[in-house]
T-cell receptor, first 107, second 114 residues
Framework: AQRVTQPEKLLSVFKGAPVELKCNYSYSGSPELFWYVQYSRQRLQLLLRHISRESIKGFTADLNKGETSFHLKKPFAQEEDSAMYYCALTSTDKIIFGKGTRLHILP | NAGVTQTPKFQVLKTGQSMTLQCAQDMNHEYMSWYRQDPGMGLRLIHYSVGAGITDQGEVPNGYNVSRSTTEDFPLRLLSAAPSQTSVYFC?????????????FGPGTRLTVL
């Protein structure tokens, strides 16, 4: 069965500390994976996708097919990173979201 | 481009009332969908459509109806509102196939059912 798991509902990190938001997936084919972010009272928006292999707002994510993971990382957390983060997997005809992780950056 | 728009932004209903949440997109996207967002539950898919005249059920379709008469519009109808439908509703759209296409979300509708 296709599944996306974000094991942490809430992650609290001090400003300046490294951030890692975990995402594990279950999919039999070749998945396309995305991270979406939702800042307070705003709409969800794309943060990054594994195909582009780019860094957005200092965040990166590497697809690890062996561990079936797509963890989101940032070396130094900033207060403006506080938000809800969703990992998503897409196939040809389906998109599956994880339940989300709320990232709280402590001053 | 306005992107994905939703109306209203806020709504309060009494149990048993019906209403329609509007969603429109101006990007000529074939795929449109409705989600509800509840604390601890993440995003749950209600209904989706892959083109005008085609709709299908998602994970939590009970109590909701949709139609897709045009490419641009995808309204969500609550037939008889219940307190369990209190939630934030998001509409999204994208091109097809889903793989490789970004989802564009609307600003959300915050619904309270008393």
């Amino acid at each position: 069965a296709q599944r996306v798991t974000q094991p942490e509902k809430l992650l609290s990190v001090f400003k300046g500390a490294p951030v890692e938001l975990k995402c594990n997936y279950s999919y039999s084919g070749s998945p396309e994976l995305f991270w979406y972010v939702q800042y307070s009272r705003q709409r969800l928006q794309l943060l990054l996708r594994h195909i582009s292999r780019e860094s957005i707002k200092g965040f990166t994510a590497d697809l690890n097919k062996g561990e079936t993971s797509f963890h989101l990382k940032k070396p130094f957390a900033q207060e403006e990173d506080s938000a809800m983060y969703y990992c998503a997997l897409t196939s040809t005809d389906k998109i599956i979201f994880g339940k989300g992780t709320r990232l709280h950056i402590l001053p | 481009n306005a992107g994905v728009t939703q109306t209203p932004k806020f709504q309060v209903l009494k149990t048993g009332q019906s209403m329609t949440l509007q969603c429109a997109q101006d990007m000529n996207h074939e795929y449109m969908s409705w989600y509800r967002q509840d604390p601890g539950m993440g995003l749950r898919l209600i209904h989706y459509s892959v083109g005008a005249g085609i709709t299908d059920q998602g994970e939590v379709p009970n109590g909701y109806n949709v139609s897709r008469s045009t490419t641009e519009d995808f309204p969500l109808r609550l037939l008889s509102a219940a307190p369990s439908q209190t939630s934030v509703y998001f509409c999204a759209s994208s091109g097809l196939p889903l793989a490789g296409h970004e989802q564009f979300f609307g600003p959300g509708t915050r619904l309270t059912v008393l």
